[in-house]
């Protein structure tokens, strides 16, 4: 079932983000992480796009495994800063014809090291949003950001840039991770406000380690409560116990949401069931 029928049905979905592997040696192992995860009966799966592009045809089989033999909805992203406009063409032809027809449409962020672009690329994810949009067939999300993409001169011109992508026909939109859920509920006032009017699910990274949550504050100076910076300090040298804390502390900012009519909680997984299990066990649905 398409992502935008699931909305008629149900008022709140719930999904889980995986990402496929590098190689072909890592792709049982990863298979397994999918299939436990995919038993938890999500309302859909996404699976991201390596930056550069060069894993894409694994991004294919880990979401064609979803929809075609787990019976799974799967969304696989796509990203347009490495991948040239021929070379999306020939992905929505092969995403089409393996029946996946969900796509999250991303600008992506080219990898250091990257060597210069030959050939003819989109510049921003609202050109892919329409390319994919003309093409027919798909539905399409996109991404956005509560406290403001790091590029962007502040949010209020962010979420001008957003307008355009959703003016462009993206059907839904997934946030970026947040830790504050006041941060969430204000961006969807000021989006709301701005005519934006699509579903929106919210991203929810649970803290399981203290190395994960360092590379996410350094990358994005996502704003943490008073509540996790106390048990990321209480806990910096105990695996155990942080993970327990960072899974209960997910746990409430879903509550919280649901409660607040979020329309859909997508959970970065990280490809870990063992995530995915504890937050459903204690919060079944939303
Ligand atoms: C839910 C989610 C999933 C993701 N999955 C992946 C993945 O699978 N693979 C991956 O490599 N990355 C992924 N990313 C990361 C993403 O690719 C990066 O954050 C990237 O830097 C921006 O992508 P975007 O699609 O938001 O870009 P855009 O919407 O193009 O925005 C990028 C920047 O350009 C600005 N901008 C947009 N339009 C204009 C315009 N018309 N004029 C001037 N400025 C403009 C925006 O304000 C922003 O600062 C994901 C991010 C999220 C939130």
Not at 9 to 37: G, H, N, W, Y
Not at 187 to 208: C, E, H, L
Request: charged share 25%; proline share 4%.
């Amino acid at each position: 079932m398409r992502i935008t029928e699931k909305l008629t049905v149900k008022k709140q979905l719930i999904s889980f983000e995986v990402f496929p592997p590098k190689t072909d040696s890592a792709f049982d192992s990863i298979e397994r992480s999918v299939r436990e995860l995919a038993a938890f009966n999500p309302d859909f799966m996404s699976v991201t796009y390596g930056a550069g592009g060069g894993t894409s045809k694994y991004t294919v089989k880990i979401a064609s495994l979803l929809k075609n033999k787990l019976d799974t909805t799967a969304l696989a992203h796509l990203t347009c800063a490495s991948t040239t406009k021929a070379d999306i063409t020939r992905m929505l032809d092969t995403l089409k014809s393996e029946n996946i027809d969900n796509i999250l449409a991303l600008r992506g962020d080219l990898p250091e090291n990257f060597s210069e672009r030959q050939g003819d690329y989109y510049t921003y994810a609202s050109e892919l949003v329409s390319e994919i949009k003309n093409y027919g067939y798909f539905d399409v999300g996109a991404a956005c950001y509560p406290e403001g993409h790091p590029e962007s001169n502040g949010l209020d011109e962010d979420i001008s840039h957003l307008k355009i992508k959703t003016d462009c026909g993206a059907d839904f939109l997934i946030t970026q991770l947040f830790y504050d859920n006041e941060v969430f509920f204000s961006f969807m006032d000021k989006i709301r406000g701005r005519g934006i009017s699509v579903p929106v699910f919210a991203g929810i990274m649970p803290i399981t380690n203290i190395k994960q949550i360092d590379r996410i504050i350094s990358l994005s100076g996502t704003k943490l409560p008073a509540e996790v910076t106390a048990f990321l300090s209480k806990y910096r040298d105990n695996p155990e116990d942080l993970k327990k804390a960072g899974l209960d502390f997910a746990v409430k900012q879903i509550s919280e949401l649901c409660e607040n009519s979020v329309e859909g909680v997508h959970i970065y997984t990280m490809n870990k069931p063992e995530v995915a299990e504890t937050i459903l066990r204690q919060f079944p649905r939303c």
